[in-house]
């Protein structure tokens, strides 16, 4: 079966970029750099980070780093699993692969706000939710490090919407008919037209790291899980296991927590946090077709 919008023999090459992928060690592991808190900001390149990060005064050094993987799962997997740093770290993600390919008891909490923050109007997890959940934690819990996983600039790109953008999910299969990578193989859309609504989403995201960083203390890093592919080695959006280095090169930010505690959380998620998938089927499906993956 091939990729939508890919023919058969464009996925047979996907096929054979992703057999040596897989055989590649590849990238850095968080664990491996200094942060007390880590900010992941979902799918972003490290050369659109460059461009927007200088217009906030937050970062005390711009740099890059090799991802560890070219999708969520991947990276969840090769950075969480079997690591024994989890356990005193927190875990605050809106990203909807964390109940597939984590083990929340690994954590000292386990946060998942997409689970009770999702927004139907915009087909995703607010930041602000995040950023709420986060701040709780840094306040509230005893842990030796947070990570703080914002979906965004991941679609659907909030302040740009592109038309037809299916939003988000959580299947792996990247097979959304009106995802804005399926739309850009197809010839329906311009890829200055996607990358201008993709910047402004990383715009629309960096006002919440601000908060972050006013409100927290130590040492905070951000970083992304995945960049995207714009047509580079013929490929768009972030298929697993491919080395493509426009991919797999993401930034690597350092900032210095002020701890000025000017927000006051305020998000009351239900009690005990909800572990595992608790959503219904119709749900995990509108979820998963929202986010671009079905």
Known sequence: MSEPGMGVVGTAYLRALQAVGRRLPYG???YEREWDTLVVLDACRGDLFHTVAPEFDLFDEISTTWSVGS????WLENTFNGAT???QTVMVTGNTWSDRYLNAGA???FDEVWKYAWDEDINTVPPSAVTDRAIAHARDGDHDRLVVHYMQPHHPFIPDPITGDGGMARTGSHSSESNPWIMLRRGERQVTDVWEAYEANLRYVLPEVETLVENLDGKIAVTADHGNLFGEWGLYGHPMETPVPALLRVPWAR???RGHRTYSPSLVPPEPLPVGRVYG??????RLEALGYR
């Open 28 to 30: 850095t592991s968080v």
């Open 71 to 74: 999708s969520s799962s991947e």
């Open 85 to 87: 740093e989890a356990a």
């Open 107 to 109: 954590f000292a909490a």
């Open 255 to 257: 900032a210095t927590g």
């Open 281 to 286: 089927a119709d749900a995990d499906s509108d």
